[in-house]
């Protein structure tokens, strides 16, 4: 699916995962493998509410680890957070972390990761980046209890301080492992599967349409584009529907894996200035943004978006790329109303006074550097205003 030629890449599989209903019994078993001692779980409340930070820390104890539980992770994960699991993790003398949760407590734990091999601030991570490298064995394992991030394989973490929200990356941010058990997810609730399910399409749609060429990227991309087009709108039909979670879960992976090997586009690269400066969910920031960017990209990506039409199924094979792409755009704009997720802007809390900051803050991000046609800081400014 690439339209420019691959001169060069690097392929290397990253790393272990455990994928299937009932896979999270094993955990104790695998930490012990990973040489831990002493856990901190790190989670959020609802995730607590739920009885599964229980149960996991059931599991930990039951092979003899010692477990500390640390359940303050919130919807935007800020500094506060992080600190507040650095300064447990380091008060407890843990030598494993075990994020268990959606995006936030992952990404939450990320910037503990980095926090403690770096000794740095968050903000001069994203002013200087990141060279350090840990100087102790990183035992850190992600358990998703939502099929959206792709955190809980990507390099990334997703990370607010008073000053700004921001992506940061490091090789060392991978999970030495990570455990998909479908059985996590089947109790969050529609509304949540469905804006979760929204950045599954969202990363596999940026993947398959991104700058950069990669085709382990492409296959991962299309299988999860594939399966969570299939099984996002069963898996908030009916949240109990095993094989729709399970789909959604490894479709959120393997988008996880082609976001690594390909990045994504400026659907995300104008989201993430908007969950900067307003406290809006990532998945209603990517509804709104979406058809907009699209329709945008239509000179550069126009074939490749009909490509993905056909895939799914919303297209018919002899039918005009054009003519394909916008049915992809409508049958993304259809789901996102189904899903009652916003349209506007403006809902989210954004003044158009916001506009030029937002703009610059879309410059600094690597996917919107990505996008298939390139996007500078006056159409960004010029989609934002279409979109306030
Ligand atoms: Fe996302």
């Not at 690269?269 to 239509?298: K, Q």
Request: aromatic share 4%; charged share 20%.
């Amino acid at each position: 699916m690439a339209e420019r030629d691959i001169a060069a890449v690097d392929i290397t599989w990253p790393h272990q995962a455990n994928f299937g209903p009932g896979a999270i019994a094993a955990i104790g078993k695998r930490m012990r493998a990973l040489g831990a001692n002493r856990v901190l779980l790190a989670s959020d409340a609802g995730v607590a509410a739920a009885g599964l930070v229980e149960r996991v820390a059931g599991l930990l104890r039951a092979v003899g680890l010692h477990v500390a539980i640390d359940t303050g992770v919130s919807p935007n994960p800020r500094e506060a957070e992080v600190e507040a699991i650095l300064a447990l993790w380091e008060a407890e003398g843990c030598d494993a972390i075990v994020a268990l949760g959606g995006g936030s407590t992952i990404d939450a734990v990320k910037g503990a990761c980095l926090r403690r091999f770096t000794g740095r601030s968050l903000d001069s991570l994203f002013d200087e980046g990141i060279q350090e490298s840990p100087c102790e064995p990183l035992r850190f394992v992600a358990v998703p209890t939502t099929s959206g991030t792709g955190s809980e394989t990507t390099l990334g973490a997703v990370l607010k301080t008073p000053r700004r929200k921001l992506v940061l990356r490091s090789e060392h941010l991978r999970p030495a492992l990570t455990i998909l058990d479908p059985e996590l997810v089947v109790s969050l609730p529609p509304r949540a599967t469905a804006a979760t399910g929204f950045d599954v399409l969202m990363h596999a749609l940026g993947v398959l349409t991104s700058n950069r060429p990669h085709p382990i990227g492409e296959m991962v991309g299309a299988e999860a584009m594939r399966l969570a087009a299939a099984h996002l709108p069963r898996a908030v039909e009916d949240g109990r529907d095993i094989e729709a979670r399970s789909a959604m879960m490894l479709a959120s992976y393997l988008a996880g894996h082609g976001i690594t090997l390909k990045g994504v586009d400026a659907i995300h690269g104008l989201s993430t200035p908007v969950e900067s400066l307003t406290d809006c969910t990532h998945a209603d920031s990517l509804a709104v943004i979406c058809p907009h960017v699209m329709r945008f990209n239509l000179p550069a990506a126009g074939g490749r978006y009909a490509r993905i039409a056909r895939m799914i199924g919303v297209a018919a094979e002899g039918e005009p790329d054009m003519t394909a792409a916008e049915r992809l755009m409508a049958h993304l704009t259809g789901l996102r109303d189904r899903f009652g997720m916003p349209s506007r802007l403006g809902a989210l809390g954004v003044q158009p006074s916001m506009i030029p900051e937002l703009a610059r803050q879309a410059q600094l991000s690597a996917a919107t550097h990505g996008n298939a046609r390139p996007l500078d800081a006056a159409a960004a400014s010029a989609l934002y205003e279409e979109m306030v």
